[in-house]
């Protein structure tokens, strides 16, 4: 009896436990850390994937390569998951962040290997991460936001390593230009919501010199009525968020009629209310009329009479960048309309044909606080490319402006990192050291990564750089790029803002320490309800 084999778990549950989940879930980041270990640096490569619909993405985007992927072991997930953590917190730093969290993990297999206890390792990791962030607080330098020239030089450094660095200059001031719009200050805090109030409409066709930042927005709508007006210079503009026509029932409505006189009856009042909320309208006397529903046939023609352009079913947030642009309020009832909710701040309005669309522009605002950025291009695909290069751009921007402090770019930062650690981990006492050093050791995996990429000898550059970090004044030294020689950074212009360098290496061991704790994986399979009923069909 005391020698039978008592089954707890379910039999259909899979369990693996100690040293061999260590050891997987080190596999399994190392894996994803190789998928796009190349997508690193102004020589990076692009991956392109096949989506389960047939469409096809080129990009060498970090977060936009993992997202793609399909992976089933849950560390790989956890490491794509970062990966989109990243790109929602700063933007960029997305492919460094993945190449890093595996480096990290790879330098604590060793340890793993000599039975030592993960969680000295993890110790280790946790004083040497408030290490680093305090390093590179010290060696960051401050920075005047006004300053044009400096900003377009940051900006270059994150775009350089995209598909739009042959049109860097275009996209730098594209990007600066469109973020400085959107910046507000108020109460005494600055905001700058790029995704609501800085759009980016792709239209296929043109070529990419032809991309710009308007200042005011563009909407893809036309006039409803052909005899409406499509140029108007200094427009008074009225937003709506109500519809102009007859109110429908919301379900079957059902109305019993005695005499033939009430039909007529209930067509006139129909035609009474749509004439009250025309009026309502006209009594303002706009130019322009933006609503977010529908405006019957009856009401453009009052439209039309009193010489008002009128433009239906635009979207909220479209609505709300309208409203930002011109100084307009969007308004929900029509008898509660005011002179102070028309906007005039837009100079000009605007519908264009390009290609075989029409596109609204309400441009020449006074002041705009949203704007539209108007990309054109080959094919769909390199647009969408292009986008995402141009949002990372423009996050780069928020975040310098946010806090304006500079780090030495081109793996420069990791190496004066590293070194301090190395320095600092002699003071230490215990095994606890050298876990401490390997996080030293696994930084230099970053310009490690850019030498390999461009092609250039690993072990002569990378020795060239540790000897020149050694000196007093070499803290600048990084790798430029794109021949995969030494360069100072900061007379090459490569730089690296401070938030994107912080949150990489928060993430980088955060993550590194999250799969070492794990030591036990339960994974149980239930069977879908369409196996159990029948087989493949």
């Known amino acids: 009896m005391l020698g039978q084999q008592v089954l707890v778990l379910n039999q259909n549950i899979k369990r693996e436990s100690g ?41 060498n985007d970090g977060n936009a390569i993992l997202r793609e992927i399909q992976v089933q072991h849950p560390a790989a997930k956890s490491m794509i998951e970062i990966s989109r953590t990243q790109d929602e917190e700063v933007g960029d730093g997305t492919t460094s962040v993945i190449i890093l969290a595996g480096e990290m993990l790879s330098a604590a297999e060793q340890f793993l290997e000599q ?9 280790a990791y946790r004083q040497a991460l408030d290490d680093m962030l305090e390093t590179l607080t010290e060696i960051s330098t401050p920075l005047d936001p006004a300053d044009r020239p400096r900003m377009l030089q940051i900006i270059h450094s994150a775009i350089n390593t995209k598909a739009l660095s042959r049109w860097s200059e275009l996209a730098c001031s594209i990007a600066l230009d469109a973020v400085m719009t959107v910046t507000q200050d108020r109460h005494g805090r600055r905001e700058i919501d790029i995704k609501n109030y800085a759009k980016v409409e792709k239209v296929p066709g043109g070529i990419m010199e032809d991309s710009r930042v308007l200042s005011g927005v563009m909407v893809n709508k036309d006039v409803t009525h052909s005899k409406m007006k499509r140029l108007i210079k200094n427009p008074r503009i009225i937003l709506l968020d109500c519809s102009l026509e007859y109110k429908k029932g919301e379900s079957q409505t059902d109305i019993e009629i005695s005499k033939e006189e009430d039909f007529s009856r209930i067509l006139q009042m129909e035609e009474d209310y749509i004439q009250q909320i025309c009026e309502d309208v006209i009594r303002l006397k706009p130019d322009v009329v933006f609503t977010e529903k529908g405006i019957s046939d009856l009401a453009q023609h009052y439209l039309v009479k009193a010489n008002i352009t009128a433009i239906r079913r635009i979207r909220k947030t479209d609505c709300n960048r309208i409203a930002r642009a011109c100084g307009a309020r969007i308004v929900s009832r ?4 005011q002179e102070e909710d028309v906007g005039t701040g837009a100079g000009l309005f605007e519908v264009k044909k390009i290609g075989d669309e029409y596109f609204t522009f309400v441009t020449e605002c006074k002041d705009p606080k949203a704007c539209t950025i108007l990309l054109r291009g080959a094919s769909k695909e390199i647009l969408a490319e292009v986008e995402r290069n ?32 190395m320095e600092r981990s002699c003071a230490l006492k215990g095994i606890e050291q050298w876990p401490y050093r390997a996080v030293a050791q696994a930084l230099e995996v970053i310009p490690r990564t850019l030498i390999q990429n461009c092609g250039a000898s690993i072990i002569r550059v990378l020795t060239s750089l540790r000897a020149k970090h050694a000196q007093d004044d070499g803290l600048n030294w990084g790798v430029e790029g794109e021949t995969g020689t030494l360069v100072d950074t900061s007379v090459a212009g490569i730089f690296d803002p401070l938030a994107v360098k912080v949150q990489t290496y928060k993430t980088a061991v955060e993550t590194a320490i999250l799969l070492l704790r794990i030591d036990d994986i339960i994974s149980g399979h239930k069977k879908d309800k369409g196996q159990q009923t029948g087989g493949d069909e």
């Open 334 to 337: 029509t008898d509660e309309l």
């Open 115 to 123: 039975q030592m206890h993960p969680t000295v390792i993890i110790g």
């Open 390 to 421: 141009l949002q990372d751009a423009m996050q780069v921007c928020r975040n310098v402006l946010l806090e304006p402090r500079l780090l030495p770019g081109g793996g420069a930062a990791e190496m004066a990192v590293s070194k301090r650690l």
């Open 19 to 59: 040293r061999k989940v260590q050891v997987g879930n080190i596999t399994a980041a190392k894996a994803i850390a190789d998928v796009i270990r190349t997508c690193l640096g102004p020589r990076a490569m692009m991956k392109m994937l096949l989506d389960p619909t047939g469409g096809i993405v080129m990009t």
